[in-house]
């Protein structure tokens, strides 16, 4: 075969290719950005879990902080009890417990057992902190004889 014949071989082989970089280019961004987009996504998804677990904690220990304060109501070292009492309480200076609050409450049921009579106590609280939009709350309660 003369180098003509074979010079225009490959010449009409490289016009049938021609504009196929630019597809595979093209494929390859295309997939590029879908895969960008999909790991913002997990990103957004993967921090807005993190401040739900952080607050969901705070309003924890908001809750905690409103049964114990029931409680030390309830049987105070000294003075009067003030068992069935609510507090409500929103935390202003309380490093940590920014934008949290807590609702808890007392209640006290008599109970005679065959002539002994028994003091049942529930102790309830609603803790929840807001983070922007989102508002999150746990709750705590605590039973108990005397």
């Known amino acids: 075969m003369s180098h003509k014949r074979y010079c ?3 010449h009409s082989r490289f016009d049938k290719q021609r504009g196929s970089m630019l597809v595979i280019a093209l494929f390859i961004l295309i ?3 879908i895969l960008g987009v999909a790991m913002l996504k997990m990103l957004a998804a993967s921090a807005d ?4 677990e952080v607050y969901g904690q705070r ?5 905690r902080s409103g049964v114990e304060r029931a409680i030390s109501g309830a049987f105070p070292l000294s003075g009067v009890s003030s068992c069935p009492a609510t507090y409500n309480v929103t935390f202003t200076n ?3 417990l920014l934008n949290c609050n807590y609702a808890s409450a007392c209640d006290v049921i008599s109970v ?4 002994d009579v028994y003091q049942y106590f529930r ?21 108990g004889v005397q």
């Open 94 to 96: 309380t490093p940590g």
């Open 31 to 33: 997939v590029l950005a």
């Open 49 to 52: 879990s993190v401040v739900s």
């Open 123 to 143: 102790f309830t609280a609603q803790g929840s902190c807001i983070a922007g939009d989102t508002v999150v709350s746990r709750n705590v309660s605590v039973e």
């Open 59 to 63: 309003a924890l220990n908001a809750a």
């Open 112 to 115: 005679d057992d065959s002539g």
């Open 8 to 10: 225009a071989k490959q």
